[in-house]
């Protein structure tokens, strides 16, 4: 508690506070939660999550819970929760909590898409400042040429990342990635 006190001030939600301390005590009492109104950024939906939280991710910024319906483990956001509900339901699917690593690039998942990126200074040194956990998948040859070499189990953090970048990073392996920010680029259409 002590830690997140510390790291309350940083947070959007004015809820952050109440929620934490809900999802503390549904933890360690082991009971589901219902994550209410919960945005998903990925199917742009707002619904109902039934979930069992097991821990918190080192910023205190999201939870990683077991999510009941699907039976996977995902991270949730704090800031996208629109209320939790404490359940009396008891945890009944210990066996799938698996540990789920936050991606460089702020997504989670369970996917691996290779990706080799080859990125001009100021690229490089975006990416080590806004990810510095990318950092060891960076290199540089002839003290001038920067790459990044890595896997990441989602597409849309590196994607943003890069489309914010025009002309400063090239792709030259990861085919999903390529496709991927195609499609962004279609979608496209600011007049």
């Given at each position: 508690l002590s830690e997140y006190s510390k790291r309350e001030n940083h947070n959007i939600n004015d809820n952050s506070g109440i929620f934490f301390k809900l999802i503390s005590h549904a933890i360690k009492d082991q009971n589901q939660v219902i994550l209410r109104d919960?945005?998903?950024?990925?199917?742009?939906?707002?619904t109902d999550r039934l979930v069992e939280p097991v821990a918190f991710n080192k910023n205190f910024d999201s939870?990683?819970?077991?999510?009941?319906?699907?039976?996977?483990?995902k991270m949730f956001k704090?800031?996208?929760?629109?209320?939790?509900?404490?359940?009396?339901?008891?945890?009944?699917?210990?066996?799938?909590?698996?540990?789920?690593?936050?991606?460089?690039?702020?997504?989670?998942?369970?996917?691996?898409?290779?990706?080799?990126?080859?990125?001009?200074?100021?690229?490089?040194?975006?990416?080590?400042?806004?990810?510095?956990?990318?950092?060891p998948f960076t290199y540089t040859k002839n003290r001038n040429q920067y790459f990044f070499e890595g896997k990441v189990p989602q597409l849309p953090g590196l994607a943003r990342f890069i489309l914010g970048l025009p002309g400063e990073i090239k792709v030259v392996e990861g085919e999903e990635l390529k496709m991927y920010l195609e499609e962004q680029l279609e979608k496209a259409k600011f007049f």
């Open positions: 919960y945005y998903s950024m990925s199917s742009d939906s707002v939870i990683y819970a077991l999510e009941v319906e699907t039976k996977e483990m704090i800031e996208r929760i629109g209320e939790v509900l404490l359940t009396s339901k008891v945890f009944r699917y210990q066996s799938l909590h698996q540990p789920l690593e936050q991606g460089l690039f702020g997504f989670s998942g369970k996917s691996q898409f290779t990706v080799h990126l080859k990125l001009t200074k100021k690229a490089y040194q975006l990416m080590i400042e806004e990810f510095p956990d990318a950092k």
